[in-house]
T-cell receptor
Framework: AQSVTQLDSQVPVFEEAPVELRCNYSSSVSVYLFWYVQYPNQGLQLLLKYLSGSTLVESINGFEAEFNKSQTSFHLRKPSVHISDTAEYFCAVSDLRYGGATNKLIFGTGTLLAVQP | DTEVTQTPKHLVMGMTNKKSLKCEQHMGHRAMYWYKQKAKKPPELMFVYSYEKLSINESVPSRFSPECPNSSLLNLHLHALQPEDSALYLC?????????????FGQGTRLTVV
């Protein structure tokens, strides 16, 4: 069975500093990988995804993540964070045993990114 | 339109009440999902509908009853809930397509069972 591990429950960081949120996954089959962000009292928004191709994926707001198959990791990075980046970040894998046709997402436990001025 | 709309945003119900959560999308997605999220926890999948047919039920208690009346609508009927069912209920939708599995989430319904 697939699983996702986010070892850091909270990451405090000062504004304009770089940040890395760690995500490791376990799977015996191919997976799709996602990062979702959840602001307080809101739903989840897709930040970026890895389906295939280039192992480095980027979002429009400066985040990037790199798929590393040998280390089974999909860490999220941003070179300079803003106060507005404060949110809960969830890494997720899509269980392709269902044929990829329906997106059964398995989420990690989340990392709270707390950006301080 | 890339929105998934959920109503109501907040709901307080007693343990003997019957209520329904509603979800709507107009992106042409043929897969729709219900997730449950407890405070400070990740979302957990409850149900998946594919082409308006229930394809996954993650062993959810029968007091939760999903319904997909058409390709744009998804309901979750609630009856005889327990206080521990209080949570954020998230609806999501996606295309049924191996090459494009991005799920779009609604803002959720915050449910409190008293």
């Amino acid at each position: 069975a697939q699983s996702v591990t986010q070892l850091d429950s909270q990451v405090p960081v000062f504004e304009e500093a770089p940040v890395e949120l760690r995500c490791n996954y376990s799977s015996s089959v191919s997976v799709y990988l996602f990062w979702y962000v959840q602001y307080p009292n809101q739903g989840l928004q897709l930040l970026l995804k890895y389906l295939s191709g280039s192992t480095l994926v980027e979002s429009i707001n400066g985040f990037e993540a790199e798929f590393n198959k040998s280390q089974t990791s999909f860490h999220l990075r941003k070179p300079s964070v803003h106060i507005s980046d404060t949110a809960e970040y969830f890494c997720a894998v899509s269980d392709l045993r269902y044929g990829g046709a329906t997106n059964k997402l398995i989420f990690g436990t989340g990392t709270l990114l707390a950006v301080q001025p | 339109d890339t929105e998934v709309t959920q109503t109501p945003k907040h709901l307080v119900m007693g343990m003997t009440n019957k209520k329904s959560l509603k979800c709507e999308q107009h992106m042409g997605h043929r897969a729709m999902y219900w997730y449950k999220q407890k405070a400070k926890k990740p979302p957990e999948l409850m149900f998946v509908y594919s082409y308006e047919k229930l394809s996954i039920n993650e062993s959810v208690p029968s007091r939760f009853s999903p319904e997909c009346p058409n390709s744009s609508l998804l309901n979750l009927h609630l009856h005889a809930l327990q206080p521990e069912d209080s949570a954020l209920y998230l609806c999501a939708s996606s295309q049924v397509d191996i090459g494009n599995t991005e799920a779009f989430f609604g803002q959720g319904t915050r449910l409190t069972v008293v």
